[in-house]
């Protein structure tokens, strides 16, 4: 199992830019695909956006198109989340998670490695 540490949330004003950040420990990242979720009170965590292990392929949640890119270095072990145009709808908790495989993954029990989360909060 993969252990995540994000980084980069914080206050961002509507219509501002945020880059989430999650380092990896402990193995590299070559053969897992990657998922970040995120979460607001009251409402179930739901995937934000995907990157597979294998073709580089992604997923973006409908809310988020166009405005969220997902990126990958798996020799710095980083995954990166770019967030712009943000919306007051955007605040949540946002998690990193990664699994083994081949496919992308975009269920929160599809994952078996998850990160703490960093705090997303955008307001005027």
């Known amino acids: 199992q993969l252990q995540f540490v994000e980084s980069g949330g914080g206050l961002a004003q509507p219509g501002g830019s945020l880059r989430l950040s999650c380092a990896a420990s402990g193995f590299a990242l070559d053969y897992y695909a990657i998922g970040w979720f995120r979460q607001a009170p009251g409402k179930e965590r739901e995937g934000v956006s995907c990157i597979s292990s294998s073709d580089g392929s992604t997923y973006y949640a409908e809310s988020v198109k166009g405005r969220f890119t997902i990126s990958r270095d798996n020799a710095k072990k980083l995954v990166y989340l770019q967030m712009a145009s943000l919306k007051p709808e955007d605040t949540a908790v946002y998690y990193c998670?990664?699994?083994?495989?081949?496919?992308?993954?975009?269920?929160?029990?599809?994952?078996?490695?998850w990160g703490q989360g960093t705090q997303v909060t955008v307001s005027s």
């Open positions: 998670a990664a699994r083994s495989g081949s496919s992308i993954y975009t269920r929160r029990y599809e994952y078996e490695s």
